[in-house]
């Protein structure tokens, strides 16, 4: 199984990107999806998830500006930023709960980072 992620890119603050992330693979199905960010320095933090049933789940610190979703048909999952601030500066990385073909529980699986920077 494999993650990728892309569309993350420089814009100045009050500015908007979407990020996307594909599951690819030995997929039977896929729980939770979601997005965890990086800044320097930082430790890795949740920034958003969603349920193969459509609930979501948010950091504080984005709710309101974030919106994640996902397309079950084609292994999917977004996250659309919107009134980005210069602290959401981070590598983002999306990260899925998948059950493989054949198997019986759900491991999870990382996409490399996608940089998102923003300017004041």
């Known amino acids: 199984v494999q993650l990728q992620a892309s569309g993350g890119g420089s814009v100045q603050a009050g500015g908007s990107l979407r990020l996307s992330c594909v599951a690819s693979?030995?997929?039977?199905?896929?729980?939770?999806m979601g997005w965890y960010r990086q800044a320097p320095g930082k430790q890795r933090e949740f920034v958003a998830s969603?349920?193969?049933?459509?609930?979501?789940k948010y950091h504080d610190s984005v709710k309101g500006r974030f919106t994640v979703s996902r397309d079950n048909a084609k292994n999917m999952v977004y996250l659309e930023m919107n009134s980005l601030k210069p602290e959401d500066t981070a590598v983002y990385s999306c990260?899925?709960?998948?059950?493989?073909?054949?198997?019986?529980?759900?491991?999870?699986?990382w996409g490399q980072g996608t940089q998102v920077t923003v300017s004041s």
């Open positions: 969603i349920t193969n049933g459509g609930s979501t």
């Open positions: 990260n899925a709960n998948v059950v493989q073909r054949g198997w019986l529980r759900a491991l999870g699986y």
């Open positions: 693979g030995s997929i039977f199905r896929i729980d939770d």
